[in-house]
């Protein structure tokens, strides 16, 4: 399951040999809808298992979300089951929304298994900004590499130490050496070489729970089936932003949009991607 062909067409990839002060490379227009419906085909086509460590308000709807895209989600933090669960995982979430102990132990558990397996890892630092020892805990995780940290500008601020921007977040993805995927009004994705703006959404996805959580599980869905974490995390944002835009064109408020989000990810095709998404 885990022996994918990267797509690096659209710039060069991540270095850590990038100076902070370059300036990073845009993403090549219209490429990325071909891209993001190419990673939608092969999730249909594989079903890869993801493996998620999440907030209990969003077990839920994560797992329709991703199973919508085609993908197969598990939720255990059981310590007897973590270890089994995520060796059998094509890619893993670690979302601090709940932080209690056993998910903490399961984090860690988790973490040591997919740095043993070289599997690709999302950190979701959920609420950061609201609690000190939560952003402390947070910092640990971002210092061993996850592939991707998706988080909101609050929780960036929070880690960064400084306001998120373009050269902020090249800046950050740099010094963590992960792709970070920058969501709120117009999402960010940058690896310190390449930025992607992506202008899609409507506002009805800040006005339902753990939208942001199941971006995160969409993310690392992608990387299940993608080996450039940046391609993945922008292909993935791309997919819940015009998702998002098609189930605000058929909601009557935040409850239906709930479901008519489920069901248009689940109907994303690249005529769709092509002819909404607004990415530069």
């Given at each position: 399951m885990r022996e994918i062909k990267p797509r690096c067409?659209?710039?060069?990839?991540?270095?850590?040999?990038?100076?902070?002060?370059?300036?990073?490379?845009?993403?090549?227009?219209?490429?990325?809808?071909?891209?993001?419906?190419?990673?939608?085909?092969?999730?249909?086509?594989?079903?890869?298992?993801?493996?998620?460590?999440?907030?209990?308000v969003?077990?839920?709807?994560?797992?329709?979300?991703?199973?919508?895209?085609?993908?197969?989600?598990?939720?255990?933090?059981?310590?007897?089951?973590?270890?089994?669960?995520?060796?059998?995982a094509d890619a893993l979430l670690v979302n601090l929304g709940t932080l209690d102990r056993e998910r903490r132990e399961a984090t860690q558990t988790a973490i040591e298994i997919a740095g043993d397996q070289g599997l690709p890892w999302v950190l979701d630092p959920a609420f950061v900004d609201r609690s000190e020892p939560r952003a402390a805990y947070a910092k640990s995780l971002a210092a061993r590499t996850p592939r991707v940290i998706r988080l909101n500008r609050a929780e960036?601020?929070?880690?960064?130490?400084?306001?998120?921007?373009?050269?902020?977040?090249?800046?950050?993805?740099?010094?963590?050496?992960?792709?970070?995927?920058?969501?709120?009004?117009?999402?960010?994705?940058g690896d310190?070489?390449?930025?992607?703006?992506?202008?899609?959404?409507?506002?009805?996805?800040?006005?339902?729970?753990?939208?942001?959580?199941?971006?995160?599980?969409?993310?690392?869905?992608?990387?299940?089936v993608e080996n450039d974490p940046w391609l993945a995390t922008a292909a993935a944002l791309l997919a819940l932003g015009v998702a998002g835009e098609l189930a605000a064109a058929r909601a009557n408020g935040p409850g239906s949009f709930a479901v008519e989000i489920v069901d248009a990810v689940y109907r994303l095709d690249q005529k769709i991607l092509d002819a909404r998404a607004r990415v530069r």
């Open positions: 067409d659209l710039a060069a990839p991540l270095s850590s040999s990038a100076r902070e002060g370059d300036a990073p490379a845009v993403v090549a227009p219209g490429a990325l809808a071909a891209t993001a419906a190419a990673i939608l085909d092969r999730l249909r086509t594989r079903r890869p298992r993801i493996h998620c460590i999440t907030n209990t969003a077990q839920t709807f994560t797992a329709n979300m991703l199973l919508a895209v085609g993908a197969v989600p598990s939720m255990t933090v059981a310590p007897d089951e973590i270890t089994a669960f995520v060796a059998r960036f601020a929070t880690l960064a130490g400084r306001a998120p921007g373009r050269e902020t977040l090249a800046s950050y993805a740099l010094a963590t050496l992960s792709v970070i995927g920058l969501t709120g009004e117009v999402d960010l994705v310190g070489v390449r930025v992607a703006s992506i202008a899609n959404g409507d506002a009805l996805m800040t006005r339902i729970t753990a939208i942001g959580c199941a971006g995160s599980a969409l993310v690392a869905a992608a990387l299940a």
